[in-house]
């Protein structure tokens, strides 16, 4: 009873997933960028631009502490947010796939 509806709405729950995923795996990876750009940039004093870089620093330091830890030290250069991303979006593949899978 209903079997061609349930595996339409599967389906569509499954599609639905896989753009989530590739939706927060894009903004998280243009978020990590944001924050490593101004990292770079000293940027005036302003209240609003104050909290942006808050907000970047609560949002990305969390997780690209996790590759740091990971990562041997080399001197000035700091591989982990393009590690990080690397990770995000071989996660975000291997998710997809799985969803695939179901599908």
Request: proline share 7%.
């Amino acid at each position: 009873m209903g079997g061609p509806a349930n595996l339409s709405l599967l389906a569509d729950a499954i599609d639905k997933a896989n753009s989530f995923i590739w939706a927060f795996a894009a903004v998280y990876t243009f978020i990590i960028f944001l924050y490593i750009l101004t990292s770079w940039v000293r940027l005036p004093y302003s209240p609003w631009l104050s909290r942006i870089q808050r907000f970047l620093y609560d949002v990305c330091e969390p997780y690209i502490r996790l590759f740091r830890r990971l990562l041997p030290s080399m001197g000035p250069i700091d591989l982990s947010p393009m590690v990080a991303t690397i990770v995000l979006w071989v996660l975000a593949g291997a998710l997809m796939r799985i969803l695939d899978q179901f599908h």
